[in-house]
């Protein structure tokens, strides 16, 4: 085979080795869908969806709205997880071993947690809110769960978990979201790929990520709305 094929075999470990440009392509898109970034995403996804139930959020509040996803939700989760590495609590803060990600996942459950009751208190803040963000901390519950068996793919979870926002959304007649839930399930395909061609995990730990991501918003939207 050539060096020009998307994809050549391995003779040694039989596996699939895939040329640098399709690479650094699955490393830009495991950045921009990470999953530290999903839960900014999804509160972007249900705010554009839901626009009538924030119509009253403009300006400032909006803005808090944001914020508070932003401080509770990733900007904890990184600082921890970097802080975990500068104290060599962690090799490398993608996590590539499941002792690696024992602590970090503690962390963000304690995070998603707290963000979770912050949205439960504020009357104002609509429950389809709420409820993502219960559905993101109990991803990660399960998450947590699993690690002690295997390591699933933290990038399908996330994802996983805005196409079962999606399914939450799309149920509700009351919305037009087909085409927007098409990109969704489109995008999950391309990370999942993205993360296969990298080679950070197999098919079954990519499948997984996706139906526990999806199972979790299901059970949150099932319970709070």
């Known amino acids: 085979m050539n060096n020009n094929q998307s994809a050549i075999s391995d003779s040694n470990s039989g596996q699939l080795t895939f040329n640098p440009v399709l690479r650094g392509i699955s490393h830009v898109l495991s950045v921009l869908f990470h999953p530290l970034f999903?839960?900014?995403?999804?509160?972007?996804l249900i705010?554009?969806?839901?626009?009538?139930s924030f119509a009253g959020f403009y300006g400032k509040k909006l803005f808090a709205v944001y914020a508070s996803v932003f401080a509770n939700m990733i900007l904890l989760t990184g600082v921890t997880v970097l802080?975990?590495?500068?104290?060599?609590?962690?090799?490398?803060?993608?996590?590539?071993?499941?002792?690696?990600?024992?602590?970090?996942?503690?962390?963000?459950m304690t995070f998603y947690f707290w963000a979770f009751l912050v949205f439960r208190h504020q009357t104002t803040i609509p429950?389809?809110?709420t409820a993502f963000v219960l559905g993101s901390f109990l991803a990660v519950v399960i998450a947590f769960i699993s690690n002690l068996a295997l390591k699933i793919s933290m990038h399908a979870l996330g994802m996983g978990g805005l196409l079962g926002l999606m399914f939450c959304i799309f149920s509700d007649p009351y919305y037009n979201i087909t085409l927007l839930l098409l990109i969704i399930i489109l995008l999950c395909g391309i990370v999942g790929t993205?993360?296969?061609?990298?080679?950070?995990?197999?098919l079954r730990e990519v499948y997984l990520g996706f139906m526990f991501g999806i199972l979790a918003q299901l059970i949150a939207f099932w319970v709070i709305v």
């Open 83 to 108: 802080l975990l590495k500068q104290l060599k609590f962690i090799q490398s803060i993608r996590m590539h071993t499941q002792k690696d990600r024992i602590i970090p996942y503690i962390a963000t």
């Open 194 to 202: 993205s993360r296969l061609i990298l080679g950070e995990h197999t």
């Open 38 to 44: 999903i839960p900014l995403y999804g509160t972007w």
């Open 127 to 129: 429950l389809v809110l």
């Open 47 to 52: 705010i554009y969806t839901h626009s009538f």
